[in-house]
T-cell receptor, first 111, second 115 residues
């Protein structure tokens, strides 16, 4: 099946650093979603984006729907220990409304 | 109250057995999904049901059979379990609204270990 290109695959950062991750595709999307998965839990929605160019914040998290409708990024400012986890992007395809997923970005915060 | 609940949370079973995982959502959504997350944490959709009808069936062995008795339930039955079936299985639900899927809500997952 189709898959989004999500990068980086993993990040090792110091507490307090800013984090940036993105998802790209050759397909056009009408929705972008960013999820976080904690160990032993299901993914939980962080931010939903519905319009090209839309920039949305949720606390220290900011995500943008790319103007070409083929990409999205998620930024986390001033990371804290509870930010560790796996972040997934998901996009709903414009062509058939199917939701497809990135492979995830694993965020690890160095003590 | 849990929006999407699946049971059991852990399931350890022997190869060749048949097992079921149950999922219920109380969000009033009309679309439900089963995802498989392997050891590399990649989320792969297996099935999608809209109003009890199958709309997505990715390449999944026919040993896996979803059953949706009503809009709020989507159960997953697996026959003749194999070692490679070991994974975490997530149920999710969303609402199809004018052709757009709202964000999916996930259950806590069922960790299946086949020994």
């Amino acid at each position: 099946g189709q898959q989004l290109n999500q990068s980086p695959q993993s990040m090792f950062i110091q507490e307090g650093e800013d984090v940036s991750m993105n998802c790209t595709s050759s397909s056009i999307f009408n929705t972008w979603l960013w999820y976080k998965q904690d160990p032993g839990e299901g993914p939980v929605l962080l931010i939903a984006l519905y319009k090209a160019g839309e920039l949305t914040s949720n606390g220290r998290l900011t995500a943008q729907f790319g103007i070409t409708r083929k990409d999205s990024f998620l930024n986390i400012s001033a990371s804290i220990p509870s930010d560790v986890g796996i972040y997934f992007c998901a996009g709903q395809l414009y062509s058939n409304y199917q939701l497809i997923w990135g492979a995830g970005t694993k965020l690890i915060i160095k003590p | 109250d849990t929006a999407v609940s699946q049971t059991p949370k852990y399931l350890v079973t022997q190869m060749g057995n048949d097992k079921s995982i149950k999922c219920e959502q109380n969000l009033g959504h009309d679309t439900m999904y089963w995802y498989k997350q392997d050891s590399k944490k990649f989320l792969k959709i297996m099935f999608s049901y809209n109003n009890k009808e199958l709309i997505i069936n990715e390449t999944v062995p026919n040993r896996f059979s979803p059953k949706s008795p009503d809009k709020a339930h989507l159960n997953l039955h697996i026959n003749s379990l194999e070692l490679g079936d070991s994974a975490v299985y997530f149920c999710a639900s969303s609402q199809l609204d004018g052709g757009f899927n709202t964000e999916a809500f996930f259950g806590q997952g069922t960790r299946l270990t086949v020994v």
